[in-house]
């Protein structure tokens, strides 16, 4: 039984973790908020030249062929540092998009240069109230397609992007005629968000068709799984930290019970979100049939954890939390933009109830 | 049990709103976005009330009050807020400050000097009570006074002092003596808001809004004709200027949406599998949240019955804000989830959402503001279930040997 | 503005509470847990003889004509007691039925017997699955009824009950050919349960149909609410009293943030179903039509405050909570009985939002 | 990453499988209805486990054990609970009690007459710690043990003891000084449960069970030989016994039911909207005890995962027990919400009904045994988080004076 992360990963998790560190406290997402730039291009190029967006590009295209364990580390870290960064756009989502659904002459033309750093990618799944892989309002005829998309996270940046329809995912570039991409402000102030209109743009049909695109969905869950619990283990660790400093008639606040118990609580649903997490990188790895159920198990327990760490840190923080320049205010809307941005959790419930109902479980729950 | 006025209650309301209607016109509603139009607004507004006999309703006569009772008070205001009146500016200086001048100001000259001007809305006044290191703990500040001759000299900082950029005057809490224990060495003064070494600054909240202030304040003088209550006794003359805090606040904020506005949403919402309405678990949050919503307006029906038969009222409001603040955080979370990635979207054209999403924000602040949940609760089991209080280590030492506990 | 009890109803409370207190502290409960008996005869005539049972009934019926009201406050109170007595199927159900929904004939028959103590009604409305005023397998034809009724308090005691079905309200007398009264254990070892199985019983019609039904659900929602309302708050009042006595770790556990907050919680639900409550017991005094509406969020909050209450009240009392011994369980046992006996929390939420959608708010919640 | 045996364990599995296959045609499954039979079977099945070589796995050699890895026994564990093996009787016994008799007895002596005997099956051992006044707060504990020559006179009471009834030794905790702090006075001993003095009293539960027992002590004799560890030390032994207490607890109780339980009685319950469970409310409730039951699967597969490795397991098994009740509780709850009016009916023909309703009982006493709620959240908060421990007033002062501030 082997159910953590090898040595290697967690080596690589210490120099990711040490590195973000360094160079990506919070005040880097401050400074994105306030500048109003789409990313911190410096820090970016910083991840590019660690290789963090050539890590699961296959050698043969220029990148390292690292599994998809290290991926998970990597997204765990960028979530808990709040990296202002194409990272979860380009390489957790477009990257692993191409991977899964490329045509070949698609991935011999991205690949590299997501590797390298030379483009970013994005994916745009969000239609109105519609559940990604659910009925999407895009009309494609002919290698072209009319309708809108948005939110759209990191459109600005991307040099392409990766949509969706009701017959699976397709490549869009974004020099293409008949794209037009429009600002939307969402409660996120770091991670911009744009609305792309499609009229009879030109896009590219990715391989699967509607499998693909489901397949795609289940790793993306688990990916972003792994970014909420580094959001919610930080948001924890900045609440036990304030709670082990700050004085309230003649204590620290971390020495009332409402405060410990709720910190308790916290630590509670972050390890089951964890663990929740693992399973998932278990089931991507292997590709087990317990994926579907795996990704939806994930996501549910990442975004329960996050929404708890996030709203109650504000709390434990009293007064100084709600403030602007306080760091609360980060996690708490990055909590609602994970929680929203790939189907909600009752969305990702229904999936897992769905799949309980088709298997027996692999192990007594 | 009947929700009409009594036979007086409803010539009151009649009186007042002849005299609404017959001033209405002149009503700007209350507006936060534009800030000295809403100012000039709010001060014609209290002039027209101060002439007409409708400021300090409940107080005693003798200081220029109207003897009224609290229903009339309550008639007044639900009648004010059906028009939008705007009130928000006099909130604070005429509800807790005054009260505690009147109360406590050492003189008669002082009341007559600050008393009418704040009734008529020439003069705002703000509350200066939480400091860095004492939100919870009030009686942790440690803004020093120190006498010189008949006056004395104040320096150091508050902060979540709603209000003090447009405020003419403040009252402070202050220490006094740090060689007595942390609640025995405070003493209360008016402070001039313009004075030299008082300064404002705005602070900005996760909302992007700025009502509250951090006030600095640098050997600021006070002559000790303008002390509130005995030296030492600061303590207990906030108690009771906290005690028209608690009556005031509690109620919903006007701008956060409910369960008609969550009802109206999820009907606008088709998935799938139907409406989003006909869904049992959106169901079952409605209903919740109804079981809240409603259910604190209910139990402020209690109180003001209790009033209207002269009875005092019992402590069951002491869970209003507590209740209001975690349903417009579950709510908005909740609305935001129905309305999936749309949710995520400022200005999404869907009913109502952008309310619930600014309520999901402002909720969080509302949750810490005038009492945090944990505070509440402490308040709920001690006062009202009388279980033990908590110990505190810093409560029988002198302030300047707790601080060091810190 | 008047929306609190009379001075008389509460000087009635009063009354009420200190015969109870008197006369039925919880060893009564236990007393007819111990013996299998189906309630305390000797209370019941004494709650008789004080005109317990008379208190609805018509004076020209040989009852004291008194309002809703009052009934409410000894809901109330016999809910706080645990009164081992068919109060709740007698007095808050089956006369209030007859009240709402009897004829003329079984008005006069019945009416002085349940004020003058002769007879005991119960309800028989349960089901299987179904839910109260839902679809109903009874078969009527004939004036005769076939099925079965289960779970029915109080059917050993009772002389006659009124039955649901899918067109209104039926009376059946206990003495009718075709009925057979079988045992069914229950959660709650005080209250017992029965399962009628009707074959061609003759049963008769009452007045006003399926809407005399609806009205009973809605009158028997309130008066159920105010007797839930009396178990939250002496389940609350005996965790108050432990934890002002306990000792653990040098001092009261009623000192402690997680048991004090606890309690604090119990103390907010419990005030809000008491205002759903009166609001309830307002509606159905002036017939309002915020009746439907009122009902239902009295019932939903009734439920809540209880199971919240009774689940705590072990939880904070410890190892000695969970003993056989304790009084502790059969408040969590009664909280299950009023849960489940007139529809679920689930069911009356949904009830909330029908009413929600018909109508606007008469004030502002 | 991959759930499967590395080699060596898959050797080890194997030839516990064998054995297991080779000898469970004698196995009479964990029966708690019939106690003498039940406690026959076990004797017989611990008695073929002695035999082979499957006691005390990860216990020294030099005390008789295997001197194996967790990860064996483990195995070994995982393997007989394929068979329904009753291991019950012994859990306590081979757990805790033999451990600190075999790490704190005074002398080989002792160890060689109750080790090898209890690893038999022969002798039944149960651990005597909680007391009416001492439940939570375990060094409370008032039974006094006091010299007399070379023995000690053991007076007081003991609660929820364990199969106190069915058992020949216990490990007792006593107060042997109290005019010391409440956790320096306090000494263990190995004592006869047949000897003249003990009484066992059987606790009837709120579920109805009995599985504990209050025991009571008048003039018990223990000689000093039997004492485990020093004088005065009794709250460091019990602290290594409880330690194997934690890594004993916390799994979800086999009676319990869980969600694919759920999914069946959901299944069998028509609504007149359709399907209980295509009710989204159902969909959610079920996917929230899916994350809690699964979550605590999964953090046993790391705890375990770590051992496999060899490395120290982190703290994340402290959230079992707390979880798994509480998703108990809940499930309970809900199930029988579903099941309207028949879900208070006991025996009720629904699939697994009964079980959720047992569940719903069992679960408010799962809450509290082994650690409550509210322990359990201070251990996670002060050990695994750091963060400061509550203030105890009767930490520093002399047991026989902290008794006084009850």
């Known amino acids: 039984m082997n159910f953590q992360f090898s040595d290697e990963a967690e080596a690589l998790r210490d120099q990711a973790r040490r590195f973000l560190e360094d160079k990506s406290d919070r005040t880097k997402a401050r400074a994105v908020m306030n500048s109003g730039s789409s990313h911190d291009a410096a820090l970016w190029a910083e991840i590019v030249a660690l290789g963090w967006t050539a890590l699961r590009v296959p050698e043969e295209l220029g990148g390292l062929g690292l599994s998809v364990l290290e991926l998970c580390v990597l997204a765990e870290e960028v979530g808990r540092a709040l990296s202002p960064v194409p990272f979860t756009s380009s390489v957790l989502l477009a990257t692993e998009a191409l991977l899964i659904a490329g045509t070949d002459a698609q991935k011999a033309k991205w690949l590299p240069k997501l590797a390298d750093g030379s483009a970013i990618g994005a994916v745009a799944l969000a239609e109105g109230t519609a559940v990604p892989g659910g009925k999407s309002k895009l009309s494609i005829a002919g290698g072209q397609a009319s309708g809108q998309k948005a939110p759209v996270a990191d459109a600005h940046s991307a040099d392409f992007f990766i949509i969706s329809a009701n017959d699976g995912l397709y490549l869009l570039e974004k020099s293409a005629a008949g794209l037009t991409i429009g600002d939307v402000e969402t409660i996120d102030l770091v991670r911009r968000s744009s609305r792309l209109t499609l009229s009879n743009a030109p896009v590219e049909a990715m391989a699967g068709g509607r499998e693909a695109l489901e397949r795609f969905l289940q790793s993306a869950a688990i990916l972003l799984a792994f970014e909420g619990l580094g959001g919610a283990d930080a948001a924890m660790e900045m609440s036990v930290t304030y709670a082990k400093d700050r004085v309230a008639f003649g204590r620290k606040i971390g020495g009332y019970q409402a405060v410990k118990h709720r910190l308790a609580d916290m630590y509670i649903k972050n390890q089951l979100a964890r663990s929740h997490a693992y399973y998932g990188a278990w089931a991507l790895l292997t590709n087990a049939p317990e994926l579907p159920l795996a990704a939806a198990g994930a996501r549910v327990a990442a975004i329960d954890a996050y929404q708890f760490a996030a709203e109650e840190n504000v709390q434990l923080h009293g007064g100084i939390g709600f403030t602007w320049e306080s760091d609360c205010q980060f996690f708490y809307r990055r909590a609602r933009t994970l929680a929203l941005s790939l189907g909600s959790k009752t969305h990702w419930s229904d999936r897992v109830v769905r799949n309980l109902e088709q298997r027996n479980m692999p192990f007594a729950a | ?406």
């Open chain 2, 1 to 406: 049990m009947d929700f009409e006025d009594t036979a007086e209650e409803a010539a009151y309301r009649a009186k007042v709103r002849e005299w609404i209607n017959a001033n209405k016109a002149s009503i700007r509603a209350e507006d936060h976005s534009s800030r000295a139009e809403a100012v000039t607004a709010a001060k014609a507004w209290q002039a027209l009330k101060y002439e007409a006999g409708y400021v300090g309703i409940t107080w005693p006569k003798a200081v220029g009050g109207q003897g009224g009772t609290a229903m009339q008070q309550i008639i007044f205001n639900q009648e004010e807020a059906k028009v939008n009146a705007p009130t928000g500016l006099y909130a604070i200086g005429l509800g807790m400050c005054i009260p505690t001048v009147f109360s406590h100001g050492l003189s008669p000259d002082i009341a007559a000097r600050y008393v009418p001007v704040a009734m008529k809305g020439e003069e705002v006044w703000c509350q200066l009570f939480s400091e860095p290191a004492a939100g919870s703990d009030l009686a942790g500040i440690r803004t020093r006074a120190e006498p010189d001759g008949d006056e004395w000299v104040i320096n150091g900082q508050k902060v979540w002092t709603s209000g003090a950029h447009l405020s003419d005057f403040g009252i402070v809490v202050t220490r006094t003596d740090p060689s007595v224990p942390k609640h025995k060495g405070l003493t209360m003064f008016i402070v001039d808001m313009k004075a030299p070494g008082v300064e404002v600054r705005p602070i900005k909240q996760m909302s992007g809004g700025s009502e509250f202030n951090e006030v600095f304040f640098t050997d600021v003088r006070v002559k000790d004709t303008h002390r509130l209550g005995a030296v030492g006794e600061g303590w207990k003359v906030s108690l009771t200027t906290l005690m028209h805090e608690r009556l005031a606040v509690g109620g919903k904020p006007a701008s956060a949406p409910g369960v008609q506005e969550m009802i109206e949403l999820a009907k606008a919402i088709d998935l799938e599998e139907g409406n989003a309405l006909e869904q049992s678990h959106v169901r079952n949050q409605i209903a919740e949240a109804y079981i809240n919503d409603r259910g604190i307006a209910l139990t402020r029906m209690r109180t003001i019955s209790a009033l209207s038969s002269g009875r005092t009222p019992g402590p069951e409001s002491s869970i209003s804000k507590i209740v209001v603040a975690n349903t417009m955080q579950d709510m908005g979370a909740f609305a935001s989830d129905l309305c999936e990635s749309a949710g995520l979207i400022s200005g999404e054209n869907l009913p109502h959402l952008a309310r619930f999403q600014g309520s999901y924000i402002g909720s969080a602040g509302l949750r810490i503001a005038g009492g945090t949940d944990e505070i509440l609760r402490n308040i709920i089991a001690e006062r009202v279930l009388g279980l033990p209080s908590d110990i505190r280590p810093d409560k029988d030492i002198p302030f300047s040997e707790a601080t060091r506990l810190s």
